[in-house]
């Protein structure tokens, strides 16, 4: 399951979190072929709590972990996907958070994890 934990956020009321979340989650569909997100039962979507409020909306960090191993002809691909992803999960942030300074790190797929999922 793929997993985008965002840090950092400035306090924000539950419809604002709520439209975020939307946002993201289309961020996360759009990318499907390397994310195989179809709908929101395929991801995670973490808004941790942070425990300092100095500073909070100024330094925004994006984490997608948990790609699924995919077969590409080509290596560049993958990463072109990767990059792709992360651009579109940034933008989405830097809209709902113009002012703030936003990075996106997407993790490469890890085909040595096993995932036990009831399944």
Not at 9 to 33: G, H, N, T, V, Y
Not at 37 to 43: F, M
Not at 46 to 73: C, R, S, W
Not at 92 to 101: C, E, I, K, T
């Amino acid at each position: 399951m793929v997993r985008l934990d965002i840090v950092n956020l400035p306090k924000l009321s539950q419809e604002e979190i709520e439209r975020l979340f939307s946002d993201l989650l289309c961020a996360l569909m759009d990318q499907a072929p390397i994310t195989r997100v179809y709908s929101e039962k395929d991801e995670l979507i973490h808004f941790p709590p942070d425990q300092m409020e100095y500073g909070l909306g100024k330094e925004i960090l994006a984490e997608v972990t948990g790609l699924p191993v995919i077969n590409l002809t080509r290596k560049e691909s993958e990463i072109e996907r990767r990059k792709a992803l992360g651009n579109s999960i940034r933008q989405v942030l830097v809209n709902h958070f113009p002012q703030a300074n936003v990075e996106c790190k997407v993790y490469p797929p890890n085909p040595d994890i096993i995932v036990c999922n009831g399944d």
